[in-house]
């Protein structure tokens, strides 16, 4: 059963009420001001926009796995530029080498010493596009940097800006010249999008939106930097109860006990669930968690981070079925607020 506030509050429980209502008034007011914004130029694709945001928000990183053509490096232009962060783009080839990406301390001879030129990692919004053509050795340049939010050249570690978000990009389709991500790249991953194809009424809007002009060349800034940083702390106040968290364990336990997998979500897996669950419920208008929030966010956190075993790869059984199977099997709690 649903346990809801009593009818006649206490003090401390009103003022519980109308904290989390600042709360929720603080992330629903970044996340939509986002949306609206990234939505003029990304048409027909308002779930996926919002799983960008809520990412954001989040503080994780993304990994958009799409055909190509379908928007996955303007919809990361356009997030830029919406919060007005500082953006760069690393197009990932074979040669590059892992000092592409943090960066490299240079011999000045004025001053005899050596100084640090930053790579392109360091900014607040940073375009990792076709990641998966990178050697290994180039993409293990990432790893610290979307755990650890630093990034260690020659000994010396830098701090990377607030907000710090990696936006991934990689075409399924094309395996020659490519290097798959190994389980511990697409672990740090909070969630993995998909696009896919606009319809034919979306696709007419593009056409006569670009006509004359990219939308993404009027795109203006819509939020603040310290109003983005605000509502990443905000969504950490969201209440969960206990019975969700158990909720959130099992689907994931779940996953490493089921006979297609190979290997199943690892806890990091869990915190995904558990932080992105906290910032659905922030951008729906609530300051708790429901099992639906969970239910809504397992596929997009815990697919990428499940590896099928091979006699059910035969029988064309994906991750993401297995995360259905592991949602229709698993015993919903009921939700309490505070």
């Not at 297609?260 to 922030?282: C, E, H, I, K, W």
């Not at 064309?316 to 607020?337: C, E, F, H, M």
Request: glycine share 6%; hydrophobic share 40%.
């Amino acid at each position: 059963m649903t346990d809801y506030p009593p009818p006649h509050p206490s003090t401390q429980q009103s003022r519980r009420v109308n904290d989390g209502q600042q709360i929720v008034g603080i992330v629903q007011s970044v996340a939509e001001r986002i949306a609206q914004s990234v939505s003029q130029v990304i048409i027909g694709k308002r779930n996926e926009v919002r799983l960008t945001v809520l990412g954001l928000i989040a503080r994780g990183h993304i990994l958009i796995e799409d055909i190509p053509g379908v928007g996955k490096t303007m919809m990361t232009k356009a997030l830029a530029r919406a919060i007005g962060g500082a953006f760069n783009r690393i197009q990932f080839t074979p040669d590059m080498l892992p000092s592409d990406v943090t960066g490299v301390s240079i011999f000045n001879p004025q001053t005899r010493e050596f100084e640090f030129r930053p790579g392109p990692i360091m900014a607040q919004i940073v375009l990792a596009d076709e990641i998966n053509r990178a050697t290994p050795k180039t993409q293990a340049a990432l790893l610290e940097a979307m755990e650890e939010r630093q990034v260690t050249v020659d000994g010396v570690t830098y701090g990377m800006q607030d907000p710090f978000l990696i936006l991934a990009t990689q075409n399924p389709i094309e395996y020659e010249g490519t290097f798959p991500l190994p389980e511990a790249q697409l672990d740090r991953f909070l969630i993995r999008i998909q696009l896919g194809y606009p319809s034919p009424a979306e696709e007419l809007t593009v056409l006569s939106a670009q006509q004359y002009q990219h939308p993404l060349e009027n795109m203006r800034q819509v939020v603040t930097i310290p109003e983005l940083v605000a509502a990443q702390n905000a969504v950490r106040e969201i209440y969960v109860a206990d019975e969700i968290k158990r909720y959130i364990i099992d689907l994931v336990t779940a996953t490493r006990q089921h006979p297609d997998v190979y290997l199943g979500s690892s806890p990091r897996g869990s915190l995904a669930l558990f932080r992105t669950a906290q910032t659905r419920a922030a951008m729906a208008g609530r300051d708790y968690v429901i099992p639906d929030d969970v239910k809504a966010l397992a596929e997009v956190t815990l697919a990428h981070r499940i590896i099928v075993g091979p006699a059910a790869r035969i029988r064309d059984i994906s991750s993401r079925t297995i995360v259905q199977d592991v949602l229709s099997s698993t015993a919903v709690p009921g939700a309490t607020t505070r």
